[in-house]
């Protein structure tokens, strides 16, 4: 167990539905961000929180949302969702800037849209 | 805007050898952190190693080691004593050490096979 906890692990949609995926981060860990993985590929960066603010944003499509509550826990949420939105969604947490330890990931929710 | 490649979309090694995973970025910065992270059939994604930019030693742990070369800009991998564990997505990835830019990009991923 990683500490950070995304729920639920799978998800499977219609087209057009909306879903929130949730994480709750390491204990302590004050930014989180989100990562989409298509099939087979590398990780992309969506969105970054750090302690309830929007610190950074990569290429987030405007369907996507999220927000980070005061609790830290974080919410990612797709709208009007396409079948090309079918992907493994990431989110890690970290202390502060990280510096270099990286991130800690949590074990991801595989969305299928149908 | 930084890229990070990796040219070897899969590998093999028989078990118990040596194999070298290669990772080439793209960068104007001179300070920042790469990393090697192995995502196994679980899909969890786990740390491998770690290397600050700023340092001219080459990170360790245990069987794993880098071989870092800022002025090329490489940062590969090598496995030692390769074990059946270690079968697994292996992805190269660049944060820079920019305050407010702290998202991790990542390459696209070096599949290993272990061979018994």
């Known amino acids: 167990d990683s500490g950070v906890t995304q729920t639920p692990k799978h998800l499977i949609t219609a087209t057009g539905q909306r879903v929130t995926l949730r994480c709750s981060p390491r204990s302590g860990d004050l930014s989180v961000y989100w990562y989409q993985q298509s099939l087979d590929q590398g990780l992309q960066f969506l969105i970054q929180y750090y302690n309830g603010e929007e610190r950074a944003k990569g290429n987030i499509l405007e369907r996507f949302s999220a927000q980070q509550f005061p609790d830290l826990h974080s919410e990612l949420n797709l709208s009007s969702l396409e079948l090309g939105d079918s992907a493994l969604y990431f989110c890690?947490?970290?202390?502060?800037?990280?510096?270099?330890?990286?991130?800690?990931f949590g074990s991801g929710t595989r969305l299928t849209v149908v | 805007a930084q890229t990070v490649t990796q040219s070897q979309p899969e590998m093999s090694v028989q078990e118990a050898e040596t194999v070298t995973l290669s990772c080439t970025y793209d960068?104007?910065?001179?300070?920042?952190?790469l990393f090697w992270y192995k995502q196994p059939p679980s899909r969890q994604m786990i740390l491998v190693i770690r290397?600050?930019?700023?340092?001219?030693q080459n990170a360790t742990e245990n069987r794993f080691s880098v071989n870092f070369q800022k002025a090329a800009k490489s940062f590969s991998l090598k496995i030692s004593d390769s074990q059946l564990g270690d079968a697994a997505m292996y992805f190269c990835?660049?944060?820079?050490?920019?305050?407010?830019?702290?998202?991790?990009?990542f390459g696209t991923g070096t599949r290993l096979t272990i061979i018994p």
């Open positions: 290397q600050e930019a700023y340092k001219q």
């Open positions: 960068t104007s910065e001179s300070d920042y952190y």
């Open positions: 890690a947490s970290s202390v502060g800037r990280a510096y270099n330890y990286g991130y800690t």
């Open positions: 990835a660049y944060r820079s050490a920019n305050f407010g830019n702290e998202k991790l990009t």
